[in-house]
């Protein structure tokens, strides 16, 4: 079995048949209303007691795009942009306090994680030039993107490969070659740093991060997350780096794939360990208890959103038996969210209606949808509080439903921003 069936939870047979377009909406509304009201300058938002990590300092709040305020910022606006639910209410954003809150949070890292895609001050200036065009905004983020080329990290949540997704973003948002170049440049970086593994035969990054050095093959923290943005920028790329990534990403993603059945038929069932090479604690805990997850940040949901982009069919296989994987476990007990909840998994299903045009995957994703209504309006309840995140709570999860009712696949601040 490539999945822990204790941490997911049966389908409810109502929300396989059952979808519900108008309480998705109303699902919508409500989670919006509420965060709009719960805004308390200049802290932003209570912090969820599942977002409190040892050390942290409540008082300065969270202001990250992955679990706090500029994350929340960032959604209101697009569900109200996207027509999804309209601001009600203004709620006031000021680029100087969220950085200086996001350096207090990060201490005496901020200085090394200042670029950090996720928590870091790179989505507090992609917000700011946003809203408001600002080349001084647009000259600190080719600062922060060619200060963090090197980040031991090698990864999405903190090292370069989020910085070359921001890059293409204000590629794409302003035409500035001056990005297109700096999406190459950190290309070529991370081509320099690929190490080959002879016992899988393809090539894997090493990341050193919280510590230690880890060869994470997943979507947040592992390789994956890497292609995410060359596959989506590749047309910055010249022709032949393209092809040599192209080569290089569909050998590592096949020779590390884990499969169940035969590939190819419908029974075939696909999951990616988290790491590709165990170090001896790792490889303790593994053979203990095999570490399966099906989740976003690790296993076939990740794999299957950040490789949907990949053009012509040679992942096909694997990216319909991770959808059938994902679709087998279930819904995570640990809530509606992206990261690792329900909705993270739900837009793997949505990925696969919208590369391959077969309904059923719309199907499956809207039954996730409504199971996860169902786990947000409980956790509110058990809490007394919603969860006012993108990437670990209720927003993320709103636009997840706006995109089930859309009948799209755009996964919040991997596909847009």
Known sequence: MLHHPDRHEPLHPADERGWDEARARACIAAIARDTAARFSPPRGWPVHPLDIEPGDDLAVGDPSLYSGTCGVLWALRYLHETGAHPCERDTPFDAAALVQCTRERLKDEAERERAAYLVGETPVRLLEHAQTGSAAAADRLAALIAGNLQHPARELFWGSPGTLLAALFMHQRTGDDRFAELFRRTAAVLGSQLEWSDAYGCHYWTQQMYGQASTYMDAVHGF???????????HLLAADDWVRWQACIAQSVRRTATVEGELGTEGARVNWIPWLLLDAAQRERWNAQPRWFMQYCHGSPGFVINLAGFPGHALDDLLLGAGEATWAAGPLKKGSNLCHGTGGNGYALLKLFDRTGDVRWL?????????????????????????YSLWTGDLGFAIYLWDCIRGTAAFPTLDVF
Do not use: K, N, S
């Not at 994956?224 to 590749?234: M, Q």
């Not at 199907?363 to 996860?372: K, Y």
């Open 224 to 234: 994956v997350g890497t292609a995410l943005p060359l596959i989506r920028g590749r």
């Open 363 to 387: 199907q499956r994703a809207r039954a996730f949808a409504m199971h996860g209504i169902g786990q947000t309006e409980a956790h509110a309840a058990q809490y007394g509080q919603r969860r």
